[in-house]
């Protein structure tokens, strides 16, 4: 394991309370208000990274962070974000002939995306 390993991430949004129901109802994931930081904070059991890596921007303008959030299916859960208000940046896509991806906004606006690995 790595001396220095990445284990936590955070959203600035404009709307916190709001990206954490968002979060909630798309992912499940549970988020506790914590008064002293009045930060929407996550478990360590789901704030769990698996990897991740680096490349040099060949069509983005400026330079990003994506965070990837695993999911079933990837096309039935871009529907999803759409309902609870998120939208859809770039259609779920194959990126190799394991894996599916799609980035969306949540409502604020910050860009995420979902990844789908296939069952070989």
């Given at each position: 394991?790595?001396?220095?390993?990445?284990?936590?991430?955070?959203?600035a949004?404009?709307?916190?309370e709001?990206?954490?129901?968002?979060?909630?109802?798309?992912?499940?994931?549970?988020?506790?208000?914590?008064?002293a930081?009045?930060?929407?904070?996550?478990?360590?059991?789901?704030?769990?990274?698996?990897?991740?890596?680096?490349?040099?921007?060949?069509?983005?303008?400026?330079?990003?962070?994506t965070?990837?959030?695993?999911?079933?299916?990837?096309?039935?859960?871009?529907?999803?974000?759409?309902?609870?208000?998120?939208?859809?940046?770039?259609?779920?896509?194959?990126i190799?002939?394991?894996?599916?991806?799609?980035?969306?906004?949540?409502?604020?606006?910050?860009?995420?995306?979902?990844?789908?690995?296939?069952?070989?």
């Open positions: 394991m790595s001396d220095n390993p990445i284990v936590y991430w955070e959203l949004s404009s709307n916190a709001k990206s954490a129901e968002f979060f909630k109802k798309a992912f499940g994931w549970n988020f506790e208000y914590d008064k930081t009045t930060i929407y904070e996550l478990p360590k059991e789901i704030n769990q990274f698996r990897g991740g890596g680096a490349f040099t921007l060949k069509m983005a303008k400026l330079p990003f962070l965070i990837y959030i695993e999911v079933d299916d990837v096309k039935e859960k871009a529907k999803e974000i759409e309902d609870l208000g998120g939208s859809i940046v770039i259609e779920p896509f194959n190799s002939p394991t894996a599916r991806i799609c980035l969306f906004n949540e409502p604020s606006g910050v860009t995420f995306a979902m990844i789908q690995r296939r069952q070989k």
